[in-house]
Every structure is written in structure tokens, then in C-alpha cells.
């Protein structure tokens, strides 16, 4: 197209520069229907050229809306994924926070729960143990009384033989 209007704009400068010299002036003759049939084919041209030029522009312009509206959808769906992304990763940071908590919660609570009852069965065994010592004692006292005053040892049970039980105590 370009050389299409650059050979009309020669022709017409070579039927100016060609046409004859008005005598005494700067003016020329030109033939009015030759000069009107180069001026119609560059008006040709350059109409083609411009239709050409404006569907090209037109569609330039819908390539870049197009591709505008593309990148926006892109940048709209990554938005998107970098929510779901720092989400998930709060999620998880938050559910792995509180998950610490309840172990440590959980590990206290045993550890106390722990004390607690080695507290309650030392005291247990303690009071068994007194409970016990008193029952060893009253049955140390009650065969003294019955063995007329003699103390028997730990594991002294040489008289056992000797007591005599009523009979509805025997077996």
C-alpha cells in the first residue's frame, strides 16, 4: 500500500513538473481530467490504506481489550489462590498452635492428676499402715493380758498352741 500512494504522489509531482509554463508566471497547464484521474487514484489509495490502517487499529484494540480482560482474570485468579494459600497456611499455623496447647494442657492435667493420686495413696498407705501398727499392738497387748503379762515379739507365737479358744469360737 505504502508504495502504492508513493507512485501516485510521483505521478502527480511529474505532471506538475512536466505540464507547460504559463509565459511570464510560476504557473503551469494541466490537464484538468488527467490531473482529476491521478488525484482520484491516490484518494483510491489512500482510502484503501486508511480502511485498511482503521481495521488494523480496530482490531489492535481488541486484541488489548481482549488481552487486558485476560490479564485481569489472571490477576483476579491468582488473588484468589494467594488467599487460599495464606488461609490454608494460617489454618494450619493456628490448628498446630492450639494442637501444642492441648498436648501441654493434656500433659499438665496428667502430671497433676499423677501427683494427686501418689499423694492419696501415700496417705492411704499411711493410715493403713498406723491402722495396722494399732491392731499389731492391741493383739500384742491382748495375748500379754492372756498369757498373764508375758510380751510376745514379732513372730513370737510359741504359747499359740496353748490358748484355748470357747468352743462357739472354734472352728
Known sequence: ????????????????????????????????????????????????????????????????????????????AAEMEREVLVSETDVFRLAEAR???ITETAQKAAEELQAETEQYVEEKLANFELTLERTLDLV?????????GHSHA?????DVDAIHLPDHLER
Open 140 to 148: 500384742r497387748r491382748g495375748r500379754a493380758r492372756l498369757s498373764g
Open 1 to 76: 500500500m505504502r508504495d502504492d500512494i508513493d507512485a501516485r504522489l510521483r505521478d502527480l509531482r511529474a505532471a506538475v513538473e512536466d505540464a507547460r509554463s504559463v509565459p511570464m508566471s510560476a504557473s503551469v497547464m494541466i490537464n484538468r481530467s488527467e490531473f482529476l484521474d491521478l488525484i482520484g487514484a491516490l484518494e483510491a489509495a489512500l482510502e484503501h490504506t486508511l480502511t485498511d490502517a482503521t481495521e488494523v487499529v480496530g482490531g489492535r484494540e481488541a486484541v488489548l481489550a481482549e488481552a487486558s480482560s485476560q490479564a485481569e482474570e489472571i490477576v483476579r
Open 99 to 101: 494442637a501444642a496447647e
Open 154 to 158: 514379732l513372730g513370737d507365737d510359741s
